[in-house]
């Protein structure tokens, strides 16, 4: 089964809701942690609506599994990333006016910033993945980036009206696996996931880890952080 690593970004986005303490992201880590992830995903972005630095500084000190750090390709994040030394960083698109990552980074569109970016990461230890739809152009501009891992969007799979749509995005999703790891990239899928079309993405062989936030802070709000991360868990089995 693919590992599960659990995005926390919405339990900051109802602290920042009221600009207080509560609930603290740092304390939902190590609930995640308990309950059988085996990482945390914070997206530190650059209006800071939900993570703060402060967060990803003390998650650093505090995650025992690993620490996954979403950030935009921009010197001022590259700067955090490299001062704070999350175990992974992950490169994703960003827009002030988006409510949520809305699609891939499109390497193409400037491919020597990117293939910069992650040479100045990688230069420093650290393990760099890129956010990227299932498309087989972008796969081949992220392998050519020197990037360790891609993260195929799943979000079109997710909002699929019907079953023929949802058939075609799984298969575009299985082949981008496919031919990522021929070209020696790892793999890892995410967005959009929730309790009833996470399984068959989870059957996809190839795929090694699962990244899944919205959903599982959402049913934990009814049964609790542990229970909700158990229960996506067992149906990634």
Partial sequence: MPRLNVNIDHV???????RGAEPDPVLV???VELAGAEGVVVHLREDRRHIQDR??????????TKLNMEMAPTEEMVAIAIDIRPDMVTLVPEKREEITTEGGLNILADPETIVGVVNIIKKKGLFVSIFIDPDWEQIKAAKNTGADMVEIHTGSYAEAKNVGEKMEELKKIENSVGVSQKLGLRVSAGHGLNYINVTRISQIRGIEELNIGHSIISRSVIVGIEKAVKEMLELCK
């Avoid at 900051?12 to 009221?18: E, K, N």
């Fill in 29 to 31: 880590a190590y609930l």
């Fill in 55 to 64: 967060d990803v500084r003390i998650l650093k000190q505090t995650v025992k």
């Fill in 12 to 18: 900051a986005t109802v602290r920042q809701s009221r």
